[in-house]
């Protein structure tokens, strides 16, 4: 298992290659903002057309490590919230006024600490799992607990789901109300299927394996491959594998394709483009075992059962790379040791991607490795950027 988002095994059964989690311990002396983007730095950190807005310290949360990231925003009051993994549980921040963000308390773990922990949101609950934990299962927490909070508070999770003990990460279809967790000890450690409509009573749905799976993103398919219109669709980091699986039927999933790629080594997450014609893939060790710079593999999707791998693109770093996310023509990268990318695509078959912003969250050094930026949120409606750092903690970015 890795340091990122998707991948862990049955039982304790770790696909990490030898991979030691990075140091924790909080940053205390690193700048909490605000600081504008100005000759290449915002205080202590490189920077390009990235403003530093804010940092929540992993001190002030509680925790000793930090790792993943999500966002909720109330539609009842408009607030925005950060919901961050750190090693001993969940972090809730209000980012509503980006300068000065408020830290309103925790969700501990539900067991033991853990490197991995992961947080998705459906109608106003948050969904959390851990791998390396022992028996956590899936926390549920009602996030409308969060308006009106004062004061820091230790919160208890207001359930708990155990068909699996522990998860490496999970996807969460919002259209459909069904949740994936990937890399448990159940279900081979492939998709492990959760009806969420009625989000306090989760209920097993089926399960699709026994191929390991490190990460999904499941959606409702709108894409160029007309077959599959409107079935549910589970694109999938499989460590050494891409995967494209059709989840609409849930006791009888069916894969429809699975390929390796030029330089696999560990195939880690994820994310298509907003029209499913395309999936940009990051692998978490070709840069530190093939000697290559950070990369962003590129698929063709246009026919579900015959993806084609594209190319891979390379930047300027030499950093590993971790999560990815899209919006619009933009991917948002978190890549460990150079922190917060930003790139903008055209037409991705002539290989039209540039990187166009950056905010370096780990200021000594750009190494191959797993310290720094691990996850990155950018669809808040505010446009605010939001950050998980393993030593850094949370950073609240603005792009210009």
């Known amino acids: 298992m890795l340091a990122g988002c998707g991948g862990g095994g049955g039982g304790d059964g770790h696909h990490d290659g030898g991979h030691t989690p990075p140091p924790g311990g909080s940053l205390p002396d690193w700048s909490t903002g605000p600081a504008d983007c100005l000759d290449g730095m915002a205080g202590e950190f490189p920077c390009s057309a990235v403003d530093l807005l804010g940092r929540v310290p992993l001190d002030t949360m509680g925790g000793n490590a930090g790792n993943d990231l999500w966002a909720w925003t109330d539609a009842v009051t408009g607030r925005e919230y950060a919901l ?17 963000p ?53 919160f208890n ?22 949740a994936y967790a990937v890399g448990s000890n159940s279900c081979g ?13 989760p209920m097993f749905a089926g399960c699709h394996g026994p191929r390991y799976t490190h990460d999904t993103q499941c959606v409702t398919y709108q894409g160029p491959d007309a077959q599959f219109t409107g079935r549910e669709i589970c694109v999938s980091a499989d460590e050494n594998r891409f995967a494209i699986n059709d989840v609409t039927l849930k006791s009888s999933p069916v894969t429809l394709a699975s390929i390796t790629y030029p330089g696999m080594v560990y195939a880690h997450q994820g994310w298509l483009s907003e029209d499913h ?32 791998h594209l190319y891979a693109h390379e930047a ?11 919006l619009g023509d933009r991917l948002f990268q978190a890549n460990y ?32 490795g797993f310290n720094g930026a691990w996850s990155v949120y950018p669809y808040l409606d505010s446009g605010t950027l939001l950050v998980s750092d393993t030593r850094g903690g949370l950073f609240i970015l603005a792009l210009r």
């Open 102 to 154: 408020v830290f309103l308390g925790r969700l501990p773990t539900r067991t033991v600490a853990s490197t991995w922990r992961d947080i998705k949101v459906y109608q106003d609950h948050a969904y959390i799992v851990a791998d390396g934990a022992g028996a956590h299962g899936m926390q549920i927490f009602d996030l409308t607990r969060l308006r009106g909070v004062t004061a820091p508070e230790i």
């Open 277 to 308: 014609r395309y999936f940009f893939l990051g692998d978490e060790l070709d840069e530190l075992n093939l000697g290559v710079p950070t990369r962003t593999h590129v698929f063709d999707l246009a026919e579900l059962t015959a993806p084609q």
């Open 157 to 178: 999770a207001d359930g708990v789901y155990l068909q699996f003990s522990n998860a490496h990460n999970l996807a969460i279809n919002e259209d459909t109300g069904f």
């Open 84 to 100: 961050m993994g750190m090693d001993n549980g969940t972090a809730f921040v209000d980012v509503t006024e980006p300068l000065a």
């Open 316 to 326: 300027d770093t030499p950093a590993t790379d971790h999560n990815l996310y899209v």
């Open 189 to 201: 450690g492939g998709l492990h299927i959760i009806d969420i409509r009625t989000p306090n009573n």
């Open 337 to 368: 040791s150079v922190g917060l990318r930003v790139l903008e695509f055209g037409d991705l078959a002539a290989g039209d991607i540039d990187e166009i912003a950056f905010f370096d969250t780990h200021p000594p050094n750009d190494a191959r």
